[in-house]
């Protein structure tokens, strides 16, 4: 994650926008709500903290005070729409341009129609420079095997948040298994603390936890990025440095003294580069080379 956002609350500061976002969601005051949330942003908390400690952790007091009769289903209802749209507008701020060149699909496990958690998992993985197809709610087994077959993506995460439905993410894992070259499987959600899938590769109600797992199992380190990624974050940075300078192909090809198809195949990936070129380019469009080629940039594109 981009060190523009690695600020870890302090305990008081946790509890205190724990208890008012609470209260925000629970009489279903949009504005405080989203203001809290902008406001921890703007103070560079970690993405999971802001979604995992604070609304996730929110959500998951609604869900009890509901379970206990002390809130109606409509108030949980609301509270959880409330939720979709503040992940949404944090999603937009955390979003960067970091990528590994891995792939994951995301979903609620069939029956299961809570968002939530597999939103949590997969935006999680985003913000760590993974490509990632969240498929939603209740994807049906068969369905979602089909898709990972044709797809082959490295990673599927599964989420699931009510006990019923866990034979159905068992069944799903053991279909996702018996493919030829089956992908990692990681199963989340509050029910894992006490049933943990034994066919999964790992299980956790903790997205944070989970999270982190995948980094290591895949050993995602800077260094492990490949050179077609980082070729391809490269000719972004430099397609939208130029188009920022209201340059053309042509125009920064010029300036830099290059020919213009080379231009073209750097900003598509698909051209090697020198540090004498970079050097040229860096000139051309006024920047110092370790902005051209850094992964943390101020300018964060989805890819």
Same mark, same amino acid.
């Given at each position: 994650?981009?060190?523009?956002?690695?600020?870890?609350?302090?305990?008081?500061?946790?509890?205190?926008?724990?208890?008012?976002? #609470?209260?925000?969601?629970?009489?279903?005051?949009?504005?405080?709500?989203?203001? #809290?949330?902008?406001?921890?942003?703007?103070?560079?908390?970690?993405?999971?903290?802001?979604?995992?400690?604070?609304?996730?952790?929110? #959500?998951?007091?609604?869900?009890?005070?509901?379970?206990?009769? /002390?809130?109606?289903?409509?108030?949980?209802?609301?509270?959880?729409?409330?939720?979709?749209?503040?992940?949404?507008?944090?999603?937009?701020?955390?979003?960067?341009?970091?990528?590994?060149?891995?792939?994951?699909?995301?979903?609620?496990?069939?029956? /299961?129609?809570?968002?939530?958690?597999? *939103?949590?998992?997969?935006?999680?993985?985003?913000?760590?420079?993974? /490509?990632?197809?969240?498929?939603?709610?209740?994807?049906?087994?068969?369905?979602?095997?089909?898709?990972?077959?044709?797809?082959?993506?490295?990673?599927?995460?599964?989420?699931?948040?009510?006990?019923?439905?866990?034979?159905?993410?068992?069944?799903?894992?053991?279909?996702?298994?018996?493919?030829?070259?089956?992908?990692?499987?990681?199963?989340?959600?509050?029910?894992?603390?006490?049933?943990?899938?034994?066919?999964?590769?790992?299980?956790?109600?903790?997205?944070?936890?989970?999270?982190?797992?995948?980094?290591?199992?895949?050993?995602?380190?800077?260094?492990?990025?490949?050179?077609?990624? #980082?070729?391809?974050?490269?000719?972004?940075?430099?397609?939208?440095?130029?188009?920022?300078?209201?340059?053309?192909?042509?125009?920064?090809?010029?300036?830099?003294?290059?020919?213009?198809?080379?231009?073209?195949? *750097?900003?598509?990936?698909?051209?090697?580069?020198?540090?004498?070129?970079?050097?040229?380019?860096?000139?051309?469009?006024?920047?110092?080379?370790?902005?051209?080629?850094?992964?943390?940039?101020?300018?964060?594109?989805?890819?």
């Amino acid at each position: 994650m981009s060190q523009q956002y690695s600020v870890k609350p302090k305990k008081n500061e946790l509890a205190k926008i724990r208890g008012d976002l #609470l209260h925000a969601l629970i009489e279903g005051d949009q504005l405080t709500a989203s203001r #809290l949330v902008d406001t921890a942003i703007s103070e560079r908390w970690e993405p999971s903290n802001v979604y995992v400690r604070v609304i996730g952790h929110c #959500l998951a007091e609604i869900g009890a005070r509901w379970h206990a009769g /002390d809130l109606s289903i409509a108030s949980e209802h609301r509270a959880t729409q409330m939720a979709l749209r503040l992940l949404g507008n944090a999603q937009q701020a955390y979003v960067n341009g970091k990528r590994v060149g891995r792939r994951a699909v995301i979903t609620s496990v069939e029956g /299961d129609t809570h968002l939530i958690g597999g *939103l949590t998992f997969a935006d999680l993985l985003r913000f760590e420079g993974w /490509d990632v197809d969240f498929l939603g709610a209740d994807t049906p087994a068969d369905a979602l095997v089909e898709l990972i077959e044709n797809d082959s993506p490295e990673l599927v995460g599964l989420s699931v948040t009510i006990e019923e439905f866990l034979p159905n993410a068992s069944k799903t894992v053991s279909a996702i298994k018996q493919l030829q070259n089956p992908p990692v499987v990681v199963v989340g959600g509050a029910v894992m603390a006490a049933n943990p899938i034994l066919e999964a590769d790992f299980c956790s109600e903790d997205a944070v936890k989970a999270v982190d797992w995948v980094q290591k199992h895949f050993d995602l380190n800077e260094s492990s990025v490949t050179v077609e990624v #980082l070729l391809s974050d490269l000719g972004e940075r430099i397609r939208r440095l130029r188009k920022d300078r209201g340059l053309s192909q042509q125009g920064l090809a010029s300036r830099a003294n290059l020919d213009r198809s080379y231009v073209s195949a *750097l900003e598509n990936g698909k051209q090697n580069v020198s540090f004498a070129t970079l050097k040229g380019i860096s000139d051309a469009l006024e920047v110092g080379i370790a902005e051209l080629i850094s992964r943390e940039w101020p300018f964060g594109y989805s890819s």
